[in-house]
């Protein structure tokens, strides 16, 4: 899969291809259900599900947006702004991913988990199986796939449109034959769908800190921070999304 990706970038590249849907950027409506999310984590007391049921309770979810710039070689994807979750304003945290094809690898700048973290590697992606079915978004026909994260015990559906022959989507999900316009984790607990794309050279071109502050760390490395963080909210009775991006 690496080969291929790679294989398919650098083509793109030296033949020089300025297809008009090989550039561009997208924004994402990103939502997500915590009264959903909880009331499935069954190490939480029933005196912690009833208190954030009242609180975060909301059958429309709460919502931010996010944005993606693609090209051939890399694509890079961070908050849209303003950054605001419902009627909720909250101070915009690190959480940066660049992926780079030309030489497959990535560099994340994102504070999680307490800490704000540089976590740089190969590329990996996750191992997609394409399903027979398809959907329309923003007049692009898109097809399903779907992925686990063991990790997180997540079920993943992505919907990627192979007429936008870039491998790379939202968050960390990239590798499908076509750029992945939206996806849902476990049958709806968060749903991020595109609502808005254009195509050509962004205008204001998304850039990392000139300075990189935080503790750097490999892809491996930063996988067992969160398996040791999960496990220890489960043990602590915690929901554990309160410092980890679900």
């Known amino acids: 899969m690496k080969l291929i990706l790679k294989t398919i970038a650098l083509i793109l590249i030296t033949t020089g291809l300025q297809a008009q849907n090989i550039v561009g ?3 994402y ?9 909880y009331s499935s984590l069954p190490h939480l007391t029933q005196q912690e599900r009833d208190r954030i049921l009242l609180t975060w309770g909301n059958e429309e ?3 931010t947006r996010m944005k993606l710039q693609f090209w051939p070689e890399k694509s890079i994807y961070t908050y849209g702004a303003p950054y605001v979750v419902q ?3 909250w101070q915009v945290e690190d959480y940066i991913i660049e992926n780079n094809l030309q030489d497959q690898t990535y560099l994340k700048f994102m504070d999680q988990m307490g800490k704000t973290y540089i976590v740089r590697d190969s ?3 996750p191992k997609w199986r394409v399903m027979n079915e398809i959907r329309d978004i923003l007049g692009h026909m898109c097809m399903k796939a779907v992925s686990e994260d063991s990790i997180k015990g997540q079920k993943i559906t992505a919907w990627f449109a192979s007429d936008i022959p870039v491998p790379v989507g939202p968050e960390e999900l990239y590798g499908l034959p076509g750029l992945i316009l939206a996806y ?8 991020v769908e595109a609502e808005k794309i254009e195509f050509g050279e962004p205008e204001e071109i998304i850039t990392f800190p000139k300075k990189l502050k935080g503790k750097e760390v490999t892809g491996s490395e930063y996988q067992e921070l969160v398996k040791d963080f999960i496990q220890t909210s489960v043990e602590s009775k915690r929901a554990w999304m309160w ?3 679900y």
């Open 29 to 37: 409506r990103y939502k997500i259900f915590y009264d959903k999310i």
């Open 25 to 27: 950027e997208v924004e």
């Open 184 to 191: 849902d984790i476990n049958d709806g607990m968060l749903i």
């Open 87 to 89: 009627s909720y304003s």
């Open 243 to 245: 410092g980890l991006r």
């Open 123 to 125: 590329l990996n992606a």
């Open 61 to 63: 979810g709460y919502s």
